[in-house]
């Protein structure tokens, strides 16, 4: 069972590069969410989705798009990484709630 | 004051110890308490999950919820070195709904054979 896979594990990218952090997950979950996680800071929500076609906005969401055009996937955009950007990122998925599956996370570095 | 409190640790315990996890929130909104585990370089998991106030024993593991006091537990007993590991708490007014959790920022454990 694959369950919530993240691609990549690991990204170095240049003050301005853009790029896209991939999430899928195979369980038929209706929400998906993103969250970053730093030193002293903990996990904190990015963005999340409850259904295909259906995003919002969490804690921190400057700085990154989401989009969810099927069930299975939900990736997050980095338009213009800047250095604060630097953090873990992990995915997660629930059917409704009660438990949250969580990736295995991207560590990204923004020089 | 941050919504959640959870003291950092680290914790350093000898193989066997009684473990005693707290955190504090100050949002008397929040009913569905949970803990979740996260190993070095993985993603968390969800270990324990309560609603509301009392206790909830799954095996060695223990979580107490205190709403009067806004404080919950996780207590560890006969704790191993397979335990190791940051213990975040986290919690949610969203009618059962845990999509907008609030995390601690998580207590790492060692435990010492």
Known sequence: NAGVTQTPKFQVLKTGQSMTLQCAQDMNHEYMSWYRQDPGMGLRLIHYSVGAGITDQGEVPNGYNVSRSTTEDFPLRLLSAAPSQTSVYFCASSRTSEKLFFGSGTQLSVL | QKEVEQ????????????VSLNCTYSNSAFQYFMWYRQYSRKGPELLMYTYSSGNKEDGRFTAQVDKSSKYISLFIRDSQPSDSATYLCAMSDSGGSNYKLTFGKGTLLTVNP
């Open chain 2, 7 to 18: 003291d950092p640790g680290p914790l350093s315990v000898p193989e066997g110890a009684i």
